[in-house]
T-cell receptor, first 110, second 114 residues
Framework: ELKVEQNPLFLSMQEGKNYTIYCNYS?????LYWYRQDPGKSLESLFV?????AVKQEGRLMASLDTKARLSTLHITAAVHDLSATYFC??????????FGTGTSLTVIP | EPEVTQTPSHQVTQMGQEVILRCVPI?????FYWYRQILGQKVEFLVS????????KSEIFDDQFSVERPDGSNFTLKIRSTKLEDSAMYFC????????????FGPGTRLTVT
């Protein structure tokens, strides 16, 4: 079974700081997705990364994919309180099944 | 903006009872999915559905589970005899096509089995 690991699991950071969330996965895939989930809410799609070296940016978030290293990163620049949420990466296997990571709970402190 | 809707938002049921969770996918979407999230844990894929049949399913999706598209708009997940460990948030999602098309998630149904 494809395993997807994120770290850190919990992240508390001050406003204005930068940080990176890591997503490692165990088997070959070139399809990786990042989602955001607010407490008690559903999942909101952030990024879809479909090839090695793909980089996408939206506001203060930037995601990248290295398929050779089986690693995706979600970089947060100059964090603001509104970014507080849980972030999940999800990898699509060859069988078209999604495997989600463990999630990173981000708290941005004023 | 079109969205996926789910009903009920919260369902409480006794162990052994059958439950049906309902979803209305986005109208022009062709692929439908069910996921579950046990409280505080990761999201787990259950099943995908296309052209009125199951496309993929996970190990979690055993004989206790079934899915159906009873009409042109609803997509349902039935759990025949609920167990305590079925307590979770169940999310429906839909997409225009097979992955990598983006999946749009509904707000979820919180199922509590007592």
């Amino acid at each position: 079974e494809l395993k997807v690991e994120q770290n850190p699991l919990f992240l508390s950071m001050q406003e204005g700081k930068n940080y990176t969330i890591y997503c490692n996965y165990s088997t070959t895939s070139d399809r990786l997705y990042w989602y955001r989930q607010d407490p008690g809410k559903s999942l909101e799609s952030l990024f879809v990364l479909l090839s090695n070296g793909a980089v996408k940016q939206e506001g203060r978030l930037m995601a990248s994919l290295d398929t050779k290293a089986r690693l995706s990163t979600l970089h947060i620049t100059a964090a603001v309180h509104d970014l507080s949420a849980t972030y999940f990466c999800a990898v699509l296997n060859t069988g078209n099944q999604f495997y989600f990571g463990t999630g990173t709970s981000l708290t941005v402190i004023p | 903006e079109p969205e996926v809707t789910q009903t009920p938002s919260h369902q409480v049921t006794q162990m052994g009872q059958e439950v049906i969770l309902r979803c209305v996918p986005i109208s022009n979407h062709l692929y439908f999915y069910w996921y579950r999230q046990i409280l505080g844990q990761k999201v787990e894929f259950l099943v995908s559905f296309y052209n009125n049949e199951i496309s993929e399913k996970s190990e979690i999706f055993d004989d206790q589970f079934s899915v159906e598209r009873p009409d042109g708009s609803n997509f349902t997940l039935k759990i025949r005899s609920t167990k305590l460990e079925d307590s979770a948030m169940y999310f429906c999602a839909s997409s225009e096509g097979r992955a990598p098309y983006e999946q749009y998630f509904g707000p979820g149904t919180r199922l509590t089995v007592t």
